[in-house]
């Protein structure tokens, strides 16, 4: 603690596979509202995954689609 301390914004990528629902963050938001998921280059609801765990695990409801582009965009 003390003085002022700026959020830190984490990019984190992936790719999809249409299989893996399952990817590791490097850091832990306080919640899911914290986590921004872009599939290529398109925003993801978040009723369309969860996050949990420290360090936190994200997972997808429905596996993202073959060879697309992933990225988890964390304020901590």
Excluded: D, H
């Excluded at 599939?39 to 765990?53: D, E, F, H, L, R």
């Amino acid at each position: 603690g003390g003085g002022s301390s700026l959020p830190t914004i984490t990019v984190n990528t992936g790719a999809g596979n249409a299989a893996t629902t399952v990817y590791p963050l490097s850091v832990t938001p306080s919640s899911v509202n914290y986590v921004n998921v872009f599939i290529n280059g398109v925003y993801q609801a978040k009723s369309s995954y969860t996050v949990a765990g420290n360090p936190s695990i994200l997972t997808f409801g429905i596996a993202p689609p073959n060879n697309s582009v992933i990225e988890f965009v964390t304020t901590t």
